[in-house]
């Protein structure tokens, strides 16, 4: 059997992995792999978490305080907490210098989605158009991740925009704020769906709503935003442990890819490797080759094979992600009620828009706010402190907000090539432009938004909707798309490179379009339709 | 040699800051923590700051009455003062640390019509003080060089 070297162990990478594990090829996964932390009183609420830490402030805001969200901070309404920071820490060796995108990567084990908020939408025929392959092809994939991890759902009115696949879970029990939104949409069903296009259902996410194997059902201790203590929220760690179960299964943490070397007839012979923060180089030989690093590492990687091999620095265009805009609001319902801290965190309710030929279909994700750190939000009122802390004490009940997201295509002013800093850093170069008429397409989606969340009750204070920063989403895609051209740095159906035969991309590198939905369900789904129709 | 006459006065200005926002007493671990903050950030330290960052911060100091004006002022023309920080890092531990993060637990008694009312009130109270504070602060703002402006929001 061929030995695969895989190069990163996120979501995509962990489930290629298992399924060529199960195949029985041999397979050595290259990473930094950052470690998780320990999680700390596993059985306590978000509540008794303050009462029980020796150090509850150091849990909340880290060692240094820099969870702690200052006026001027970009005006995001939240922070990665301190226990996620490993997911975002880069080794020295990865530098980006980046116009109009504000890039994050992940060297941890797991990858990015050991900090996600595990949406697990399936994309439709009209999200797969500009696809090699249809909804029907990635259907039998889809339904094996969701046996893997466990997506909880309902076949509701945003069917229409998410198949409902097999396997979907029951959906979790819903928070007090969000049953009540549910409750009124079915009251005014047909207003928002005939005037608007606008759809609402449960949302699916990647969280077991009971015991599946070794991982319990939600116990809804309400830490979902400094992870999931018990496992019931799924991240690809859960995954790379599985791997582990494998004595065909190698993994090689603690290094750092810096190119492939390619031998004679345009293959790839190894992965030249160095320890993560300097060191001698090594070269890992294999049979064949996969990328899985995420669609910045994977392209810096492929660039700097391609400048090695040719001496050629090369731009790889079309980078996407998704443009997402925050739309805080207030349900009035709820005022002066208490909130629910022992529930789901994360969003519960979706949204489905229709916009036609001003943004396609546009997705969104509905989050009522529980136990969310709160002095980010009260700095954002109008008003001073004192009042700030006290009104929101009686409306936090009733506060929440709508991450609504946009599709991007490919286009050629976007891309990635590698480069330096004005310091003389060898780096990342990222370059990216919004589309035109961007700016009118987000407003006529927000006037859509804002009407709803009128329909349905709920008070949008003027001014405090976000549009956060491109690369923010960190939907990355499309540097090296599937085509049937067989150009050069495009991959073909199969997502092998159309440069060397042996080496495959199981991340976002090769997605020719980016829908509005999450992405990591796809590129999971994706992942497993490679592993089936390439080995 | 640890300051100690620093450290009395910022463990004086972190209980007064917590009495003025929340009502609450701070216990020793808040206090602690307050102090390992200013320690790790040297920005925080208002000897270190442009003159009109430390007047503010004598202002909030020195009453109540100073604390509220000196709130109101740079909720509107100076979110990014120094005082602001410092009061948002103190949120950021009363409701980080248990028994202080109770109280933004639980709502204000009264439900939605009290809500309303002190609503109003707090309005009202709130451009009261942004006009005294407007008058009595902007002047010493433009003088010691800064340039007041209102902060706008997103779309």
Redesign the interface.
């Known amino acids: 059997m061929d030995r695969i070297v895989i190069v990163g162990s996120g979501a995509s990478g962990v489930h290629f992995a298992l399924s060529v594990l199960q195949k029985g090829y041999d397979v050595v996964m290259l990473d930094v792999g950052r470690v998780k932390p320990p999680v700390l009183n596993p059985r306590d609420t978000f ?1 008794e978490l ?2 029980s830490l020796e150090d ?2 150091r ?3 880290g060692e ?2 820099e ?6 901070s970009a ?1 995001e309404y939240y922070g990665f907490p301190p226990n996620k920071s490993y997911v975002f820490a880069r080794p020295r060796a990865f530098v980006t210098d980046a116009k109009g995108f504000e890039p994050l990567s992940s060297f941890a084990q797991g990858g990015l989605a050991e900090a996600w908020t595990g949406g697990a939408y399936p994309l439709n025929d009209a999200d797969l158009a500009e696809f090699p392959f249809s909804f029907r092809d990635l259907e039998p994939h889809y339904v094996e991740v969701a046996r893997r991890i466990g997506v909880t759902g309902a076949a509701d009115d945003l069917a229409r925009f998410f198949p409902v696949h097999a396997g979907l879970m029951e959906p979790l029990r819903l928070d007090r704020h969000s049953a009540l939104l549910l409750e009124r949409y079915g009251r005014r069903r047909r207003d928002l769906n005939e005037d608007l296009g606008c759809y609402l259902g449960r949302s699916r996410v990647a969280t077991l709503s009971s015991d599946r194997d070794d991982r319990p059902g939600c116990s809804y201790l309400g830490r979902c935003l400094w992870g999931c203590p018990t496992g019931s929220l799924y991240t690809p760690l859960a995954t790379l442990n599985q791997c582990h179960q494998y004595p065909n299964f190698t993994y090689r943490s603690n290094v750092y890819v810096r190119h492939l070397r390619i031998a004679q007839g345009r293959r790839v012979a190894s992965a030249v490797i160095t320890r993560h923060n300097g060191g001698e180089t090594e070269e890992v030989t294999g049979d064949r080759f996969v990328l899985a690093a995420g669609t910045l590492s994977s392209s810096r990687i492929y660039m700097r094979t391609h400048q090695q091999e040719t001496g050629e620095t090369i731009r790889l265009r079309g980078l996407m992600d998704n443009r997402q ?1 925050l739309v805080p609001f207030l349900n ?1 319902a709820l ?5 629910d ?1 022992d529930s789901y965190q994360y969003h519960q309710i979706a949204v489905g828009i229709d916009t036609a030929d001003l943004a396609g279909y546009v997705h969104g994700q509905i989050t009522t706010l529980k136990t969310a ?3 980010p939000i ?3 009122l ?16 009733g506060l929440g907000v709508v991450n609504v997201n946009f599709r991007d295509t490919r286009r050629q002013e976007n891309f990635v090539t590698l480069g330096q800093t004005p310091g003389g850093e060898s780096a990342l170069l990222i370059h990216y432009a919004p589309p035109a008429g961007e700016a009118r397409a ?2 006529q989606v ?1 006037k859509i938004v804002n009407s709803a969340l009128r329909r349905l009750g709920c008070h949008v204070p003027p ?5 956060r920063p491109m690369g923010a989403s960190v939907h990355y895609a499309g540097t090296i798309p599937m085509s049937t051209t067989g150009d050069p740095h495009t991959a073909l159906t199969d997502c092998r490179s159309a440069q060397y035969s042996n080496l495959q991309f199981v991340d976002g590198t090769t997605f020719p379009a980016l829908p509005a939905k999450n992405l990591t369900f796809s590129l999971m789904a994706n992942a497993l339709r490679v592993a089936a129709c390439s080995f | 040699m640890p300051d100690v006459r620093g450290l009395v006065d910022l463990d004086r200005e972190c209980a007064g800051f917590a009495r ?3 009502g609450l007493s701070v216990t020793d ?1 808040v206090l602690e ?1 307050y102090r390992d ?1 200013h320690a ?2 040297p920005d925080l330290d208002a000897r270190q700051s442009p003159t009109f960052d430390r007047w503010l911060i004598s202002i909030a100091r020195a009453h109540p009455l100073g604390t ?1 004006l000196a ?2 002022y740079t ?2 023309f100076f ?2 003062a120094l005082v ?2 410092k ?3 103190l ?3 009363l ?4 028994p202080t ?1 109770e ?6 008694p ?6 309303v009312v ?2 109003g009130w ?2 009202l ?2 451009l009261l ?1 942004l006009g005294v504070s407007s008058i009595l602060f902007m002047p010493v703002h433009v003088v010691f060089g800064a340039v007041p402006r209102g902060d ?4």
Do not use: C, M
Request: without cysteine.
């Open positions: 509540v303050k009462h509850p402030v849990y909340f805001l240094d305080y969870a702690v969200v200052y006026p001027g005006g805009v009035l005022v002066g009620r208490p909130y801290p750190l709160i002095h009260v700095q954002n109008p008003v001073d402190l004192r009042t700030a802390l006290a009104l929101f004490r009686s409306a936090r009940a987000i407003a927000l001014g405090l909707s976000h549009v | 003025y926002l929340t671990y923590k903050a790790r950030h509220w709130d109101t909720a509107v979110k990014q602001r920080r009061w948002i890092l949120v950021a531990i409701e980080s640390t248990a993060a109280l933004f637990d639980v709502p204000e009264g439900g939605r019509a009290a809500f002190r609503l707090r309005g109270a709130f003080g706008a929001g997103g779309h």
